[in-house]
């Protein structure tokens, strides 16, 4: 009999730890990583696949002879079930320059990438952009997380995309630079 409700017991508390894992969503990533090698220049503005638009990079000329970079998404009319988002500064809206290994996930100040501002990034090496990807399909929205590597020189003349990767996980966060 004691022996019993021993097993009951380990019965009991394996079903309790194997449903709060799957409550948890620790399902296994899905990440789908691309190496992408292009560079934009003042003449030569270039574009990434994103959830329905494209993600455009730009470097344009400034009115005080600066240059000025930013990141939009192509003006083509299209209607679809999805949309991009770009984690963005709270403070001023522009790009947030995110160092390797950072999460990138829900929690992230998420703003539309219509024309904002990758300047923040100039002269500091390769960083990384946090970029969410929703899809609405069946009427819910499913949100889905990755990153995009860049460099831009710190005269924003040239600006290289390196690559990116996204975790096609739904819901489920990414690190900076995670590619499995």
């Known amino acids: 009999m004691k022996t019993l409700k021993i097993f009951y017991v380990a019965a009991i508390v394996s079903v309790l730890s ?7 969503g620790l399902q296994p990533d899905s990440i789908n990583y691309t190496e992408i090698n292009k560079t934009i220049t003042l003449s030569n503005p270039d574009s990434i696949n994103g959830a329905c638009k494209d993600l455009v990079f730009e470097i344009r000329e400034t009115d005080s002879f600066e240059n000025t970079v930013i ?17 963005a500064n709270i403070d001023d809206g522009k790009v947030l320059p995110l160092d390797e290994n950072q999460k990138i996930s829900k929690y992230g100040n998420w703003d539309s990438p219509s024309g904002i501002c990758l300047d923040e990034f100039a002269g500091k090496g390769e960083k990384y952009i946090g970029y969410q990807s929703g899809s609405c399909p069946s009427g819910v929205t ?13 005269d924003k003349n040239i600006l290289k995309i390196i690559d990116r990767a996204i975790n096609y996980t739904e819901g489920k966060y990414i690190k900076a630079g995670q590619i499995e």
Request: net charge negative; hydrophobic share 40%.
């Open 142 to 154: 499913n949100y889905y997380y990755g990153w995009i590597r860049i460099e831009l020189s710190s």
């Open 71 to 87: 990141i939009k998404e192509n003006n083509e009319f299209i209607l679809c079930d999805g949309f991009n988002n770009i984690i």
């Open 18 to 24: 194997f449903s709060c894992n799957v409550f948890e």
